[in-house]
């Protein structure tokens, strides 16, 4: 299985067995890779998208309603962000205690010592 084409050898005998399809099967295949093309070319928003540009989050709507629902978004974030780096911090230092109360008890496995 050591065969190495080059593009060129690829192209020349794609192009050859193009020319063995019907012209049937050429149609439809044109057809099928514009359609294919078309859907990539416009993007589709998803739900997420298309509720935000709705009410204002995404777009220029200076209405004060939407200017409170970006503020309520910002305050919500931030508390989501604080809350969770109050947690990591607050379980680092379980982590910790735990430790130092095996090395002061003298409970340690012997694992740990062992390097």
């Known amino acids: ?10 192209q020349h005998l794609l192009n050859r067995s193009a020319s063995d399809l019907s012209p049937d099967t050429l149609d439809k ?3 099928a890779r514009r359609t294919a093309l078309q859907h990539q ?6 739900a997420v998208h298309a509720w935000l540009s709705q ?5 220029h709507h200076p209405s004060s309603q939407h200017r409170a629902l970006n503020w309520g978004l ?11 780096v109050s947690y990591w911090q607050h379980s ?3 982590d910790h205690s735990a430790i130092d109360i095996a090395i002061l008890t003298d409970e ?7 390097d």
């Open 29 to 31: 295949l044109q057809r």
């Open 108 to 114: 340690l496995p012997v694992h740990m010592y062992v």
């Open 1 to 10: 299985m050591g065969i190495k084409l080059k593009i060129e050898d690829i």
């Open 74 to 84: 910002a305050a919500v974030f931030a508390v989501v962000l604080v809350s969770g």
């Open 41 to 46: 070319q416009t993007p589709q928003p998803t």
């Open 55 to 59: 009410h204002g989050v995404i777009g």
């Open 92 to 94: 680092s230092e379980r």
